[in-house]
């Protein structure tokens, strides 16, 4: 079984269909890149998949169990998180104080949710950061943050929403090494993103979407050289050795 399984979802805002009649599985352990122009539709599919917007039709099914219109702090319960484009941490808490709130989903306790906060922010580099104002934090910290408040709430599914973009040449290389240890960790993750070095050299299967709609799913090597995906977001073919 499917861990994630999106069948038929279309999402309208007014005139415009944002998502069209989508489909697409994932299963368990793999990274599925999602990518596309400016305004495909790739973050409106995880404010569908996440519960912060309501679908007109299709089905969202986690593990088997419909999902679709539940809230999103249901279905953060349920396993499956997201760290958002912009990122959102509460401006006037530490970083510690940001990645406790998630660490509570899964631990009352607030000894325990300070444990599994700490340990995170240790995986992903911002131990030392943990009394600063999240407000005070550079984007390249604020991207490790908004991920390390993603894995506080112990997902089996993390949706990565553009946490590369804007990064320096070596904090994109230390997010690609952290996305791909997150992976080796038994987490299924789902990553939007631009950068195509992370997308290509991280992802087992790509989905392309344009205009809301899939024009292209397979592996980053066959992506790559597909001329609609070419012609739709590409421009030219990502040539794999030269970015090694
Ligand atoms: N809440 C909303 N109300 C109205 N239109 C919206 C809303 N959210 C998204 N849209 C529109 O839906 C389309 C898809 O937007 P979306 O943000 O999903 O694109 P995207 O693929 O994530 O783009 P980018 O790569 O720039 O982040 C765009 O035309 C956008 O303007
Ligand atoms: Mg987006």
């Not at 269909?17 to 069209?20: R, Y």
């Given at each position: 079984m499917a861990l994630l399984s999106v069948r038929n979802l279309t999402k309208a805002f007014g005139g415009l269909?944002?998502?069209?009649d989508l489909s697409f599985e994932l299963q368990k352990g793999e990274i599925l890149g999602i990518i596309g122009p400016n305004g495909a539709g790739k973050t409106t599919l995880f404010n569908l998949v996440t519960g912060f917007y309501r679908p007109n039709s299709g089905t969202v099914h986690l593990k088997g169990e419909d999902?679709?219109?539940?809230?999103p702090h249901e279905i953060a319960r349920l396993g499956l998180s997201r760290t958002f484009q912009i990122t959102q941490p509460?401006?006037?808490?530490?970083v510690l104080e940001n990645v406790k709130i998630g660490a509570h989903c899964r631990n009352p306790s607030s000894q325990k949710a300070e444990e599994l906060a700490l340990q995170i922010l240790d995986s992903v580099g911002l131990f030392e950061k943990?009394?600063?104002?999240?407000?005070?934090?550079p984007v390249g910290h604020r991207k490790k943050l908004e991920f390390a408040k993603a894995l506080a709430t112990q997902p089996e599914l993390i949706l990565l929403d553009?946490?590369?973009?804007?990064?320096n040449s070596k904090e994109t290389n230390d997010m690609i090494d952290l996305i791909g240890k997150t992976q080796n960790q038994g987490i299924t993750i789902l990553l939007i993103e631009h950068v195509m070095k992370a997308i290509m050299s991280l992802s087992n299967r790509i989905v392309v979407i344009h205009y809301g709609e899939k024009i292209a799913e397979g592996p980053a090597e066959e992506i790559s050289k597909d001329p609609k995906v070419i012609e739709a977001y590409l421009g030219e073919e990502y040539v794999f050795a030269e970015n090694r």
């Open positions: 269909t944002a998502i069209k999902i679709t219109g539940l809230r509460f401006a006037n808490l530490t943990r009394d600063t104002l999240a407000s005070a934090l553009e946490v590369v973009a804007g990064l």
